[in-house]
C-alpha cells in the first residue's frame, strides 16, 4: 500500500532543502504519492539562472557543500520528478511576489499551486514542513 506523502518547502537553507528532496525521491521511487510545495525562501532557487547558494545552518550543510558525492537537492528533486512521478508544485503567491512567470521556473515545476489547492489535496496525507 502506497502512501500519501505532501512536504512544504519553506525555508531557503541546504539542510532542510537537502531533507525535504531525501524523503521526496527515496518516497517517489518506493511508489508513495508524493507533492512538494516550495513557497517562500525555498522558491527562488528553482527559478533558472537564480545562482545563489543555499546557507547553511551548521556544520552538517558544510560537510554536504565540501562533499562532491552528495546529490544536490535540486538534483534529488529532480529525480523524484522523474523516476518517481513526484509533483513539484510552486506556490502561486510565492511566484506573484517574485514577479517570475511559470516559463522563468525549472522544467521539472508543475503548475502554480495555491495553499488552499494544495491543502485539500493533502487530505489524509503525511504532512511534512521544511
Known sequence: MSRKIHIVCVSG??????????????AAASGDEVSVFFSMNALP???????TAAP?????????????????FKQLFKYAAELGDARLLPCSMAIDLLKVSTEEL??????P???TRFL???EGAQMLTF
Request: charged residues 20%; negative net charge.
Open 13 to 26: 537553507t541546504r539542510e532542510k532543502l537537502q531533507m525535504a528532496a531525501m524523503i521526496a525521491s527515496v
Open 45 to 51: 532557487y528553482f527559478v533558472k539562472g537564480y545562482a
Open 56 to 72: 547553511v545552518e551548521g556544520s552538517f550543510g558544510v560537510l554536504m557543500q565540501e562533499d562532491g558525492g552528495v546529490p544536490s
Open 106 to 111: 525549472d522544467p521539472e515545476l508543475g503548475p
Open 113 to 115: 499551486t495555491g495553499l
Open 120 to 122: 485539500s489535496d493533502a
